[in-house]
């Protein structure tokens, strides 16, 4: 199902819909400044500071702009990413974590300006951002960074009463944050792009950038794009070497609903500080108040079932407003590097004027404005005094080496050993409405079955390097556990580093 802020779009007239229209070029060649693969809120922003400087820029999307992660996002623009200062001051510096939060304050105050320059109508408001707790085990959890916060020269709070409709043991409150509409403020910057001469090729698949003497060749399936700079805003990126970026990072799942509560709701944005992680904020459809509320979180790829993905949504909502309906489910799943700090700057040490921007952590609203200001200002040749937080040719220790583990043990598995054990379903067994991997012949086929019982068969092997796809019956998708690639039960691409869609295969009934 489409996310509240995809549906609102296509409902709304009055928005000039250049989001989804369909942009191609005749040439077999275009020459550029800077090629921007990706058009989500990453690569639309730095498109936007960029123009605003003279550059011509050529944005190159697959789908439509603004239509994956940035469309099914909660939209939260915020500094308070969890409870995390604790942890930055903590594996790293003071320094560091002040720069973090002053680089996240002022993307959150970059946005206003480009809304208020720009005259972008997003449903921005101001709001104040909860990370709360229900239990008294996390209190000592939310004191320690309540002093970490305070420490660093920022103004928190400690409250005990917000406007959730349930009772917390306490929260740490970060005020003058906000939300907004993020298609309605991603077609405001793909307008400003467009009246500056920068290009927006939608339906337009990157397949391959080459480095030739002192430009980059971008390819893609109709035409190439000549440039000096390239920057990687792919979300996930899909050039595997040099880079590594597979190696470095996992993409993690989450759910969100929308309900009408048909109840009067509260103000403010709320993440739970433990798990189970749940989110909430407000938003406006069509005149009404809807209460948005996320969770379910796993690595992309994994097997999770209705009951813990909508169905642990559905019923906390229940708990609050029994008589609620509700009016949207979505999902989507965002990087997350094994430091928990985003990749932003060189792709890789022997890529000159290549740039990337990747691993927002489920914070990408503002971290995406760090990332454009800090990829502008490289191109520019300007210093800018958050870029070293981000850097994504370094090579410290890794923090999390139980993910780091994962991932190894996860691509060992998918890469290689699960190839090798057989099925443990045969074609019969699929019920209608669901699917799972068969041997057909010695060969692994992935096998869905709609509710009519026509049949889909499609080589289960993801096209990005190559992981045995696992099936996933709430989206009726095959996802990839390495590496968080997705694709439809008829092999349609849906999701990267992946571009390419599966083999399909043709099976007699
Ligand atoms: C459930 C959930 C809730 C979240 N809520 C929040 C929140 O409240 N606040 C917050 O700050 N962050 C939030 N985030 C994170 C935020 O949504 C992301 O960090 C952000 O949207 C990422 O933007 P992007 O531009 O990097 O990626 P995308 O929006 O995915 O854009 C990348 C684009 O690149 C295109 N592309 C990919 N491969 C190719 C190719 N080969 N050729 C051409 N184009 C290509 C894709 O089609 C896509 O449009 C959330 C994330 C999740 C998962």
């Keep these: 199902m489409d996310s509240l802020w995809i549906s609102d779009y296509h409902d709304n007239k009055q928005l000039k819909p250049i989001s989804f229209q369909n942009l191609h070029t005749e040439k077999d060649l275009l020459e550029t400044d800077v090629a921007i693969v990706g058009g989500g809120i990453f690569g639309t922003t730095c498109a936007y500071y960029l123009t605003n400087l003279g550059y011509k820029v050529t944005i190159l999307e697959k789908d439509k702009i603004g239509t994956k992660a940035t469309g099914h996002t909660t939209a939260k623009i915020t500094s308070a990413h969890g409870l995390f200062y604790d942890y930055l001051t903590n594996s790293y510096n003071k320094k560091f974590a002040r720069d973090y939060l002053e680089a996240n304050e002022e993307a959150i105050k970059n946005i206003k300006e480009i809304i208020d320059v720009e005259k972008i109508k997003c449903d921005f408001t101001y709001q104040n951002s909860y ?32 406007g959730l409709p349930f009772e917390i043991e306490g929260a740490i409150c970060f005020k003058n944050q906000a939300q907004f509409h993020p298609l309605k403020y991603i077609n405001g ?11 927006i090729f939608t339906d337009t698949t990157v397949t391959d950038v080459e480095k030739i003497e002192d430009f980059y060749l971008t390819s893609t399936e109709n035409f190439k794009v000549k440039s000096k700079y390239v920057i990687i805003a792919s979300h996930y990126p899909f050039i595997n070497f040099p880079g590594f970026y597979f190696a470095k990072m996992y993409q993690s799942t989450s759910y969100l609903i929308a309900i009408d509560p048909k109840k009067t709701l509260f103000n403010g944005m709320y993440i739970s500080a433990s798990d189970p992680v749940f989110s909430f904020r407000t938003a406006k459809y069509h005149g009404k108040d809807l209460l948005l509320i996320g969770g379910g ?4 790829g994994q097997p999770t079932s209705y009951q813990d993905s909508y169905g642990l949504l559905e019923a906390e909502a229940k708990k609050y407003y029994p008589n609620c309906e509700v009016l949207f489910r979505w ?15 060189h792709y890789s040490s022997i890529m000159p004027h290549m740039f990337v921007g990747t691993g927002f952590k489920k914070w990408g609203m503002t971290l995406s404005n760090v990332a454009a200001n800090i990829i502008t200002d490289m191109i520019c040749g300007k210093s800018n ?4 937080l981000f850097d994504s040719s370094r090579l410290k220790p890794v923090k999390n080496i139980d993910e780091m583990k994962n991932i190894l043990v996860q691509s060992t598995n998918s890469l290689l050993l699960n190839k090798l054990r057989p099925a443990n379903m045969s074609f019969d067994e699929i019920a209608n409405n669901s699917g799972s991997i068969i041997e057909v012949n010695n060969t692994k086929v992935g096998v869905y079955k709609d509710p009519n019982g026509k049949i889909f068969a499609v080589k289960p092997t993801c096209t990005h390097l190559g992981c045995l796809l696992s099936w996933n019956d709430v989206d009726k998708t095959w996802d990839c556990p390495c590496h968080g690639s997705r694709f439809n039960f008829d092999g349609k691409n849906l999701y990267d580093p992946a571009f390419k869609d599966l083999e399909v295969f043709h099976l007699e009934n």
Excluded: W
């Design 189 to 199: 910057l793909a307008n400003c792009i467009l009246s500056k001469n920068g290009q």
């Design 385 to 388: 005094k958050f870029s070293y």
């Design 297 to 300: 979180e796993h690595k992309t």
């Design 331 to 345: 999902n989507t799943r965002d990087c997350i590097s094994l430091d928990k700090i985003p990749y932003i700057g």
């Design 131 to 162: 990370v709360y707790t229900t239990k008294k085990d996390d209190l000592k959890a939310i004191k320690k960074e309540i002093k970490a916060v305070e420490n660093l020269g920022y103004n928190c709070e400690f409250v005990t009463k917000t």
